[in-house]
């Protein structure tokens, strides 16, 4: 199993970014996967999830700012992110969850700063 995040980056208050997950060696369509992040100095949280059948759950500090969306074509996954804070500031992974065991990608920092 690989995932593989890109798209971070340095973005003022207010801006947008558009984060990918590219994902192999497993059935993508078949399974949830979600968007976490850890900010500086702070444990890693949830931010979204999106499952097999395209529901979608977000973390309350994400909700209306951000959207989660997949493409089962290109097996990637996909974070809109909105009207961004500087607390929006951290290192965003994607995982899923494959026969009982987690896999984490590289994770890509975004940095919300003026």
């Known amino acids: 199993v690989q995932l593989q995040a890109s798209g971070g980056g340095l973005v003022q208050p207010w801006g947008s970014l558009r984060l990918s997950c590219a994902a192999a060696?497993?059935?993508?369509?078949?399974?949830?996967i979600g968007w976490y992040r850890r900010p500086p100095g702070k444990q890693r949280e949830f931010v979204a999830d999106i499952t097999s059948g395209h529901s979608t759950n977000y973390s309350d500090s994400v909700k209306g700012r951000f959207t989660i969306s997949r493409n089962n074509v290109y097996r990637t996954m996909y974070l809109q992110m909105n009207n961004l804070k500087p607390e929006d500031t951290a290192v965003y992974y994607c995982?899923?969850?494959?026969?009982?065991?987690?896999?984490w990608g590289q994770g890509t920092q975004v940095t919300v700063s003026s």
């Open positions: 060696g497993f059935n993508f369509r078949l399974n949830t």
């Open positions: 995982k899923t969850e494959y026969e009982n065991r987690h896999y």
